[in-house]
């Protein structure tokens, strides 16, 4: 079984810039969720797609970030402009529903730095 | 919003002996609580998971107990290992995460 792919791994970018990171989930995984994870810290929740609806993006800074999931399968997460702030690791995670708990699998995540 | 609590930050033990990492969670609605291994470079593994039908849950080396009453639940390790070292994490039913327990195992 494929697992969660993301691209780029790395990516380095000058303050004020914009970036793109891809998701695709694991096939038939109606559940997907983009992280970030800033170095030495756990995973911060930015949102959650059910399907191509989101679940959850309380935490996502709506001023800069954005996040698509078109046709329920793929996502995008896109940071305009970037701050130095924003150097994580930002990991995709999918699984088969966010109803009944269950395991979520994670991608190997891209990491972005911000000069 | 919700809350997980994770410690210690660091632990470091010899090989055979056991590692505990606690965490608590603000939520008590939470009925799911995941335990994640992160190596170095890679994303996340979930290792163990619970139900909150349930106190303990044991799979050969590693074991999970909940007590939902104080709202706190531990992820023990025995007969460590060197290849155990990474970084831990407790989760809620709602994926929110702790911040990480580094375990390193000295052979």
């Known amino acids: 079984e494929a697992g969660v792919a993301q691209s780029p791994r790395y990516k380095i970018i000058e303050k004020r810039q914009s970036v793109a990171f891809w998701c695709n989930p694991i096939?038939?995984?109606?559940?997907l969720y983009w992280y970030q994870q800033i170095l030495g810290q756990g995973p911060k929740l930015l949102i959650q797609?059910?399907?191509?609806?989101?679940?959850?993006d309380s935490q996502l800074p709506k001023d800069r970030f954005s996040a698509e999931r078109l046709k329920g399968v793929d996502s995008t997460l896109k940071i305009q402009p970037a701050k130095l702030e924003d150097s994580a690791v930002y990991l995709c995670?999918?699984?088969?529903?966010?109803?009944?708990?269950?395991?979520?699998?994670f991608g190997q995540g891209t990491r972005l730095t911000v000069v | 919003g919700e809350n997980v609590e994770q410690h210690p930050s660091t632990l470091s033990v010899q090989e055979g002996d056991s590692a505990v990492i606690k965490c608590t969670y603000s939520d008590s609605a939470s009925n799911y609580f995941p335990w994640y291994k992160q190596e170095l470079g890679k994303g996340p593994q979930l290792i163990i998971d619970i139900r909150s039908n349930v106190g303990e849950k044991k799979d050969q080396r590693i074991a999970v107990t909940l007590n939902k009453t104080a709202k706190h639940f531990s992820l023990h390790i025995t007969e460590t290992q060197p290849e155990d070292s990474a970084v831990y994490f407790c989760?809620?039913?709602?994926?929110?995460f702790g911040k990480g327990t580094k375990l390193t195992v000295n052979p």
């Open positions: 797609f059910q399907n191509n609806g989101v679940v959850d």
């Open positions: 989760g809620s039913e709602k994926l929110v």
């Open positions: 096939s038939g995984h109606a559940t």
């Open positions: 995670a999918s699984s088969l529903s966010g109803r009944a708990r269950t395991e979520a699998f």
